[in-house]
């Protein structure tokens, strides 16, 4: 479960960056842009709380994540795989510190050596990630 208990989240789309990504091609919820949230929900309402997913290394998140206060956004979702775990974690501390909820999903688990998940899996649990999801597409849960 996320973060608070009875507390509803809705995932909204992507922050992904513009310099990898054609606007034309992956339309308007790859990018959830302040302008196109706040034209489509308004301004924020107190529930349910929206998020957006983050991918390790394919987003700018240093300038496409405002400050919370600056957004109707509350929580911060990042996706990384296991050699991404460093920009995911600088990814996370940055999310947190503009004051969002943040939770993470490593991928492809079933692809990673036990000792290398433990690893990752220590670095972070000590990070501010309220969740952390593993997450594998291959079937192996």
Same mark, same amino acid.
């Given at each position: 479960? !996320?973060?608070?208990?009875? $507390?509803?989240? +809705?995932? $909204?789309?992507?922050?992904?960056? #513009? @310099?990898?990504?054609? %606007?034309? #091609?992956?339309? &308007?919820?790859?990018? !959830?842009?302040?302008?196109?949230? @706040? ?5 924020? %309402? &107190? ?5 957006? +997913? ?8 240093h300038t496409d994540i405002l400050p919370k206060a600056q957004s =109707?956004?509350? +929580?911060?979702? =990042? ?6 775990? &460093?920009?995911?974690?600088?990814? =996370?501390?940055?999310?947190h510190d503009k004051g969002y909820e943040?939770? *993470?999903? *490593?991928?492809? =688990?079933?692809? $990673? @050596?036990? %000792? ?8 972070? !649990? ?8 593993? $997450?594998? %597409?291959?079937?192996?849960?």
């Amino acid at each position: 479960a !996320c973060a608070e208990a009875g $507390v509803d989240y +809705m995932e $909204v789309g992507y922050k992904a960056s #513009q @310099r990898l990504f054609s %606007r034309d #091609q992956a339309g &308007p919820w790859k990018f !959830c842009t302040e302008e196109d949230l @706040r034209r489509v929900i308004g301004e924020k %309402r &107190p529930t349910p709380k929206l998020a957006v +997913m983050a991918d390790a290394e394919r987003t700018d998140y240093h300038t496409d994540i405002l400050p919370k206060a600056q957004s =109707v956004l509350d +929580m911060i979702r =990042v996706a990384t795989y296991i050699h991404q775990i &460093p920009a995911a974690l600088d990814m =996370v501390k940055d999310a947190h510190d503009k004051g969002y909820e943040t939770t *993470l999903n *490593l991928m492809s =688990v079933s692809t $990673v @050596r036990e %000792r290398e998940l433990d690893e990752a899996l220590e670095m972070l !649990c000590e990070s501010e990630t309220m969740a952390i999801y593993l $997450v594998d %597409r291959f079937g192996a849960f």
